[in-house]
């Protein structure tokens, strides 16, 4: 069984481009998060989703940053008109159960690193 | 809001030594508390889970404690390897749909 997938691992663009990271989650996995980790910060929680279903999003940013996770194919997370301060490592978690059931393992990605410049 | 501290941020010991690593979060009302650990440049990898009824798992030379009470936990690693060098992250999964991390503990094992 694979392992959470993400693509690119390494992503350049320039201010004012468009970045789409993609996550393919662990073989029957249903919920999807995507983290993001800033330099010398920890990671912080953007975004749950179920198939076709944004659960919560509490942690995007309003603007420039959107997630959907379509019934086929991989989730992705959309970053439009780069700035410098996106250029982190993303992450994608995925897990099997609904958060709070016994067994909620979020199993992660090897991540992509974004670099702005 | 809840927070989460390690300390110390980084450690070096000699190959061989038992070490401690620090977890404190601000919020009891957890589901649960995993200790990860992240090689440079790569993701995570869980190493244990607590739940909350819980007070410790273990995994080889690996034990993990919880005092959800007073909000701490530690990871303690017995004979330690120079393969246990990487950052050692900390989480806490509360009622809501993600894990707050803390930034990490940078651990280097000398040979």
């Known amino acids: 069984n694979a392992g959470v997938m993400q693509n690119p691992r390494h992503l350049v663009r320039r201010r004012g481009q468009e970045a789409r990271l993609r996550c393919s989650p662990m073989?029957?996995?249903?919920?999807v998060y995507w983290y993001r980790q800033l330099p010398e910060e920890g990671l912080k929680f953007m975004v749950y989703?179920?198939?076709?279903?944004?659960?919560?999003e509490s942690g995007m940013p309003k603007e420039r940053f959107s997630a959907e996770f379509p019934k086929e194919g991989p989730s992705i997370l959309r970053i439009q008109q780069v700035v410098r301060g996106d250029s982190a490592a993303y992450f994608c978690?995925?897990?099997?159960?609904?958060?709070?059931?016994?067994?909620?393992?979020?199993?992660f990605g090897p991540g992509t690193r974004l670099t702005v410049l | 809001k809840q927070e989460v501290t390690q300390i110390p941020a980084a450690l070096s010991v000699p190959e061989g030594e038992n070490l401690v690593l620090n977890c404190s979060f601000t919020?009891?009302?957890?589901?649960?508390l995993q200790w990860f650990r992240q090689d440079p440049g790569k993701g995570l990898t869980s190493l244990l889970l607590?739940?909350?009824?819980?007070r410790e798992q273990t995994s080889g030379r690996l034990n993990a404690s919880l005092d959800k009470s007073s909000g701490r936990s530690t990871l303690y690693i017995a004979a330690s390897q120079p393969g246990d060098s990487a950052t050692y992250l900390c989480?806490?999964?509360?009622?809501?749909?993600?894990?707050?991390f803390g930034t990490g503990t940078r651990l280097t094992v000398i040979p």
């Open positions: 919020d009891s009302a957890i589901y649960n």
């Open positions: 978690a995925s897990s099997p159960w609904s958060p709070g059931s016994s067994t909620d393992t979020q199993y």
């Open positions: 989703l179920q198939k076709e279903n944004i659960i919560d």
């Open positions: 607590i739940q909350s009824s819980q």
């Open positions: 989480a806490v999964q509360t009622g809501a749909n993600n894990l707050f």
């Open positions: 073989k029957g996995h249903s919920h």
